[in-house]
């Protein structure tokens, strides 16, 4: 929970009691992780955030969002790795900026492939 509102400011006394901008009202995060050497390791990553601004005079508003990530691995043989990673899995685009456009943050992507662990080095 964050109360960040303009409490003095004699250069333009209108901006008193105004949220400040890009900074939610609340704000959470969770990440859940488990790891076992015979099937591998997982991590589902859960963020919300609540309504902003995305100016000082409170205008534009930045809506709520919740965004669910998810990657696992999994090593496949000497030095070989393979893994997937799925983000935004609610395909739920978060509102980045509104000023005075809107832009929306990413949609749901998904990638994978096979990391070789060379002596230390990821290629």
Excluded: C, M
């Amino acid at each position: 929970y964050a109360h960040s509102v303009v409490t003095k400011f004699a250069v333009t006394p209108a901006l008193i009691g105004k949220w400040l901008p890009d900074v939610p009202r609340e704000s959470a995060t969770a990440q859940i992780r488990y790891q076992k050497a015979s099937i591998g390791d997982f991590v589902l990553s859960a963020r919300n955030s609540g309504r902003a601004f995305d100016d000082s005079a409170n205008i534009f508003i930045l809506h709520s969002f919740f965004q669910l990530d998810a990657y696992g691995s999994r090593s496949i043989s000497h030095g070989f790795t393979a893994f997937f990673s799925a983000q935004n899995l609610t395909n739920r685009r978060a509102e980045v900026s509104r000023t005075p456009l809107l832009t929306q943050g990413i949609p749901f992507i998904a990638q994978g492939g096979i990391k070789y662990d060379w002596g230390g080095r990821h290629l």
